[in-house]
T-cell receptor
Framework: DTEVTQTPKHLVMGMTNKKSLKCEQH?????MYWYKQKAKKPPELMFV???????INESVPSRFSPECPNSSLLNLHLHALQPEDSALYLC????????????????FGPGTRLTVL | AQTVTQSQPEMSVQEAETVTLSCTYD???????LFWYKQPPSRQMILVIR??????QNATENRFSVNFQKAAKSFSLKISDSQLGDAAMYFC?????????????FGKGNQVVVIP
């Protein structure tokens, strides 16, 4: 099973709202990722959690706040977003690249399509 | 930092025919992983195929195969017997072998259009 789930599928929010995106995997993966993707562009890495600790933050604005409550869950808290933040937000997970048989292949969820008005 | 180049933004292929997508990359590392991901209109990124650089044998997955040329730093994807469901954006990606480097470097993508 290589399933990563994300909720909600679609989200429309105003610039003053606070919302959260949720990602879940039950593959025993110990690394989880948030990506932002604009139409017809490749995904851009935002954050990486490894063993539930934030290991990479790609200089993402503080209006995006990640959280990893446990090894299966990853949240992205959104506050005071801008219209240019409208995009597809993808979550991915992988085994520990140093020890896994699949060499840390990243498996993606279906994404949350976010629209900021 | 590694860079990945996909130079043909859009390619068309007749159903049942073969199409080849090119990918080149720049790296000073000797060991690494290469991936092709497919992203259909539903927009979920799906792993198509993976190649370990230390393996000389080209990876295959059903109708998908790669031509990995390590010296030329080339990693092309061949889709045989194209089907309507193959219509998607295809991204080539590179990942370092070294532990702790979880980053994927993506190319800009190839849009594949399948003509019935």
């Amino acid at each position: 099973d290589t399933e990563v789930t994300q909720t909600p599928k679609h989200l429309v929010m105003g610039m003053t709202n606070k919302k959260s995106l949720k990602c879940e995997q039950h593959m025993g993966h110990r690394a989880m990722y948030w990506y932002k993707q604009k139409a017809k562009k490749p995904p851009e890495l935002m954050f990486v959690y490894s063993y539930e600790k934030l290991s990479i933050n790609e200089s993402v604005p503080s209006r995006f706040s990640p959280e990893c409550p446990n090894s299966s869950l990853l949240n992205l808290h959104l506050h005071a977003l801008q219209p240019e933040d409208s995009a597809l937000y993808l979550c991915a997970s992988s085994q520990d690249p140093g020890t896994s048989g699949d060499h840390g292949t990243q498996y993606f969820g279906p994404g949350t399509r976010l629209t900021v008005l | 930092a590694q860079t990945v180049t996909q130079s043909q933004p859009e390619m068309s292929v007749q159903e049942a025919e073969t199409v080849t997508l090119s990918c080149t990359y720049d790296t000073s590392e000797s060991d690494y992983y290469l991936f092709w991901y497919k992203q259909p209109p539903s927009r979920q990124m799906i792993l198509v195929i993976r190649q370990e650089a230390y393996k000389q044998q080209n990876a295959t997955e059903n109708r998908f195969s790669v031509n990995f040329q390590k010296a030329a730093k080339s990693f092309s994807l061949k889709i045989s017997d194209s089907q309507l469901g193959d219509a998607a954006m295809y991204f080539c990606a590179y990942r370092s072998l070294y532990y702790g480097n979880n980053r994927l470097a993506f190319g800009k993508g190839n849009q594949v259009v399948v003509i019935p």
